[in-house]
């Protein structure tokens, strides 16, 4: 069955303390991974795509890593706005008819707070 | 802004009310889809589109009924809805139907509480 695990379920860090978030997956036959960034009461926004292992991505703060059974999301120096929870999909091919359309299996996600 | 547009963004409704939620994008995609937010539980996909074909409905309960007229609307048809279907509704769009990968923009959701 395919299953995503995302931990810790929260972090609290100071600012400017580096860490990583994990995200722990089982799919049959990776069509990428997806990190997305949610805020309160709002939609999630993508941040990256992950295609194969050993695969890397970064944008500003964040770098995102591939291994064949995990992805990290490392956050560098973050400062108190990168506050918010962070997403892990993995997409998988849906059940039904001949498109590729695929359907996302979401992680429950890690709530990050950085304090000033 | 993610180019995908959702309305009403909040919803408070009976259980006796019928309502509908709409979504819209203006990204150039094919496929759309709905998912559902609940407290402390992953996003659950409830209704894939793609051009304009339904291609799963992922066991939804019969009170939620999906319609997408063309590539760039979908709506979500709600009909004696139960307490526990009060969640963060959220609609999506990407490209798909051929396509290797499908990176998938979220609205902002509709907050729907049902008394």
């Known amino acids: 069955e395919d299953q995503v695990t995302q931990s810790p379920e929260a972090l609290r860090l100071q600012e400017g303390e580096s860490s990583s978030l994990n995200c722990s997956y089982t799919?049959?036959?990776?069509?990428?991974l997806f990190w997305y960034r949610q805020d309160p009461g709002k939609g999630p926004e993508f941040l990256f795509t992950l295609y194969s292992a050993g695969e890397e991505k970064e944008k500003e703060r964040l770098k995102a890593t591939l291994t064949k059974k995990e992805s990290f999301l490392h956050i560098t120096a973050p400062k108190p706005e990168d506050s918010a929870t962070y997403l892990c999909a993995v997409q998988a091919r849906l059940r039904y008819g001949s498109s590729n359309t695929g359907k996302l299996i979401f992680g429950q996600g890690t709530t990050l707070q950085v304090k000033p | 802004e993610t180019g995908v547009t959702q309305t009403p963004r909040h919803l408070v409704m009976g259980m006796t009310n019928k309502k509908s939620l709409k979504c819209e994008q203006h990204l150039g995609h094919n496929a759309m889809y709905w998912y559902k937010q609940s407290a402390k539980k992953p996003l659950e996909l409830m209704f894939v589109y793609s051009l304009e074909e339904r291609v799963e409905n992922n066991s939804v309960p019969s009170r939620f009924s999906p319609e997408c007229p063309n590539s760039s609307h979908l709506f979500l048809h709600l009909h004696t809805l139960q307490p526990e279907d009060s969640a963060l509704y959220l609609c999506?769009?990407?490209f798909g139907g051929g396509r290797s990968y499908n990176e998938q923009f979220f609205g902002p959701g509709t907050r729907l509480t049902v008394l």
């Open positions: 999506a769009s990407s």
């Open positions: 799919v049959s036959g990776l069509r990428g």
